[in-house]
């Protein structure tokens, strides 16, 4: 990027500080969210959150009434969908705290990145005077 030749160090330096890397801190920010997201896809769990556990399912009897194997077959395919429902659960909220702590992150660091010289600039006088 060429830099004008009637523009101060000091000004590039602000808007620098102040406009330009607090933007590719909120697009990294960005960034993380959506690949985060596409890992724990809260839609496609929600739509699948009572599906089988990898589609294990049994059919139940089309010939006759065997009651036993009709019970059979129905604690089967309720166990699948019991333990797809638990991980899809547990994946569901792995996910929500997995993006809960990157902004929480994110907070914190555009917030010391924001607050860092107004802090250096108010501790010169402490230094200052542990010094002496």
């Given at each position: ?90 994946a569901l ?35 200052v005077?542990?010094?002496?």
């Open positions: 990027m060429p830099t004008p030749t009637n523009t101060s160090i000091g000004a590039l330096f602000l808007r620098w500080y102040l406009v330009q890397r607090p933007g590719e801190i909120v697009r990294e920010y960005v960034a993380y969210a959506a690949a985060f997201g596409s890992m724990f896809s809260i839609i496609f769990l929600l739509k699948t959150l009572f599906a089988p556990w990898k589609s294990i399912r049994d059919s139940y009897p089309t010939k006759g009434f065997d009651l036993t194997a009709i019970l059979q077959t129905l604690t089967l395919n309720i166990t699948a969908r019991a333990i797809g429902c638990i991980i899809r659960l547990g909220v792995f996910g929500a705290l997995l993006q809960a702590a990157l902004f929480a992150g994110f907070s914190l660091y555009i917030l010391l990145w924001l607050v860092f010289p107004l802090v250096a600039f108010l501790a010169i006088p402490f230094l005077y542990v010094s002496l």
